[in-house]
């Protein structure tokens, strides 16, 4: 069975740019989340979809950052404009049931 | 604010000691989980615990779940250096899961 599939792996922007990522979740998955992982902590939760429905954004900060899964599968995450406290680990993660969650390696971002 | 606090946030061991690691919540949690993250991988799950009580091994983990569901614990017994890496709790108090401060461990050969 392929795993969660996130690129790119690395992202080095400026501040104020843009930037995008890309989740493939395992196959059959209905539930895909998004972490923000910062360095030397544990993830913090930033968005969870249902097949194409969000289920939680409450901690996803709205006025840079943006999440869709437009057709139940794949998933993007955008930030624009980037800050440099955006710099961090974004950990894509799905689950078939609820209880099983299996995660991409990540995207490493830095904002310079 | 942390849904849950891990201590101790950093830990380094020599190989062939033991250790324990701690999960903290106020709030109660259907489910509680534990995962090791190594560095550029996501983290992978190494067990859930779902009963107030529970005790689960997995080799040389055992994992422990608080009777009233709001803490758990890890103890490693004889720890070795392939158990390097940052241990992560995560709780479930509906169907989304929060993940504790994190630990890292670091065992010298």
């Known amino acids: 069975e392929a795993g969660v599939a996130q690129s790119p792996r690395y992202k080095i922007i400026e501040k104020r740019q843009s930037v995008a990522f890309w989740c493939n979740p395992i196959s059959g998955h209905a539930t895909l989340y998004w972490y923000q992982q910062i360095l030397g902590q544990g993830p913090k939760l930033l968005i969870q979809f249902q097949n194409n429905g969000v289920v939680d954004d409450s901690q996803l900060p709205k006025d840079r950052f943006s999440a869709e899964r437009l057709k139940g599968v794949d998933s993007t995450l955008k930030i624009q404009p980037a800050k440099l406290e955006d710099s961090a680990v974004y950990l894509c993660?799905?689950?078939?049931?609820?209880?099983?969650?299996?995660f991409g390696s990540g995207t490493r971002l830095t904002v310079v | 604010t942390q849904l849950l606090e891990q201590s101790p946030q950093f830990l380094s061991i020599q190989e062939g000691e033991n250790l324990t690691v701690y999960c903290n919540s106020s709030s109660v949690f259907s489910s509680l989980q534990w995962y090791r993250q190594e560095p550029g991988e996501g983290p992978v799950l190494l067990v859930t615990?779902?009963?107030?009580?529970e005790v689960k091994k997995l080799k040389r983990l055992t994992f422990q779940f608080g009777d009233a569901r709001k803490d758990s614990s890890l103890h490693i017994t004889a720890a070795q250096p392939g158990d390097t890496g940052l241990y992560l709790c995560a709780g479930a108090p509906g169907n989304q899961f929060y993940f504790g401060t994190g630990t890292s461990l670091t065992v010298i050969p």
């Open positions: 993660a799905s689950t078939l049931k609820g209880e099983l969650l299996t």
């Open positions: 615990v779902v009963t107030g009580g």
